[in-house]
């Protein structure tokens, strides 16, 4: 069996991003045990990083080791006891996933539906805790990768809380492309994960959980389900003052890679990160109606690093993103859920969302439509995005 060389790839598709050389020269450093001094202090390190990351004081704030899916997970079985109530708000796939996790957990979901590429509506999420006074938890995702749209998430919770319930908030995408602020929101549990803005490899997620939040899980009368999960137990790893004890091991590459991805996103800055995100969003935007493509969603609750395009009619898009891949060696995400064949899933996420990205992907497309009798005008893109780029 010959040794394995993955094909060069731009990647601009729902994650993982593109990864930067540093990162990847960070993993390659020699393994360590994750019990060694040097270890436990660079795990310091890691949860300092994310605290500033998430702009949080939480103590409880640290990688778990498995993609974000478990982060997810995480938050629901410390928080859900068998009988509770949650009101999952749903405007997407993951949405969905939230649901699933709630009933695993024995709780019943109350499901809050707005139509997929709109914003979680406040008013609805009021509307369902006031019918379901006894709801003790709410959840929702704020950057909803299968549409593409952005929600308030400081308004979320805010109403959560006037109800008395906590607020498990789904950052998978958000964190590192658009505003989020813990604490200053008042988030009490969130999750994350390594390979979208954060640019690293897929595999780790980090979380985050209040005060608050851990009281709650203390004072559940049934224990948690999941061993591995138990914050109970999880904790006694990633804290406990020197005193460090085994629970599992710590994917220690890994950690490499996201402590040096961190240490990358606050040199440049967490503000400053966002704004970029924002500007490669508004330079792609300008240029696709040459293309004959357009943004779906609404004004103000579109992500800047997940820009959902609506496929035109007659476009063969698995023919499309092939070309794309094997011309281009440009990876864009397909349609998921409601739209799978109607929409394409355009990444700009962490080092992804460059001028580079942005020019090429429109470049890409303009070519891979061509191909298929579409009346496109590539450099009109181009010149459309340039003007943004010349007017930033
Ligand atoms: N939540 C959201 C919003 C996501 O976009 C994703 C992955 O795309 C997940 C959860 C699950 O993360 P992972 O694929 O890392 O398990």
Redesign the pocket.
């Known amino acids: 069996m010959p040794s394995f060389h993955p094909p060069l790839r731009t990647l601009m598709g729902?994650?993982p991003s593109d990864v930067h050389p540093r990162v990847l020269a960070a993993m390659a450093q020699p393994t360590i045990g994750h019990l060694d001094p040097a270890f436990v202090d660079l795990m310091d390190d890691i949860k300092a990083l994310l605290r500033r990351t998430f702009r949080t004081d939480n103590d409880i704030t640290f990688p778990i080791s498995a993609?974000?899916?478990?982060g997810?997970e995480a938050c629901f079985v410390n928080l859900v006891e068998p009988g509770d109530t949650v009101i999952v708000c749903r405007n997407g796939v993951?949405g969905g996933?939230m649901k699933e996790n709630v009933e695993r957990a024995g709780g019943t979901a109350v499901i809050v539906d707005d139509p997929w590429t709109r914003a979680v509506d406040p008013q609805r999420l009021e509307d369902a805790l006031k019918a379901h006074p006894q709801a003790r938890l709410v959840a929702f995702?704020m950057?909803?990768?299968?549409t593409g749209a952005l929600s308030d998430a400081r308004t979320l919770v805010d109403i959560a809380h006037r109800h008395d319930a906590l607020a498990i908030v789904?950052a998978?995408?958000a964190l590192g492309g658009v505003e989020l602020d813990v604490d200053g929101w008042g988030i009490d549990a969130i999750y994350s994960?390594s390979?979208?803005c954060l640019s690293c490899p897929?595999g780790l997620?980090p979380v985050s959980f209040s005060e608050r939040a851990l009281a709650r899980v203390r004072a559940r009368t049934t224990p948690v389900q999941s061993w591995f999960l138990d914050l109970n137990l999880v904790l006694g790893y990633w804290s406990g003052a020197g005193r460090r004890s085994y629970h599992h091991t710590a994917p220690v590459n890994a950690l490499y890679g996201l402590h040096e991805a961190l240490v990358m996103l606050h040199e440049e800055g967490l503000e400053a990160a966002w704004a970029r995100h924002a500007l490669h969003h508004r330079a792609l935007r300008a240029g696709l109606p040459a293309l004959g493509l357009e943004l779906l969603g609404a004004d103000g609750e579109r992500l800047p690093q997940l820009n959902v395009v609506g496929i035109p009619s007659g476009v063969d898009d698995a023919r499309v993103r092939q070309t794309l891949l094997a011309t281009h060696g440009v990876e864009i995400g397909a349609g998921l859920g409601e739209f799978a064949g109607k929409a394409w899933r355009i990444g700009l996420m962490g080092q992804s969302a460059s001028q580079r990205h942005v020019l090429t992907c429109l470049s890409a497309l303009g070519s891979a439509l061509a191909a298929q009798g579409r009346e496109v005008d590539t450099g009109a893109a181009l010149a459309a995005a340039g003007r943004v780029y010349a007017a930033a």
């Open positions: 729902p994650g993609p974000g899916s478990v997810m993951f996933r995702v950057a909803e990768t299968s789904d998978v995408t994960g390979q979208k897929p997620s």
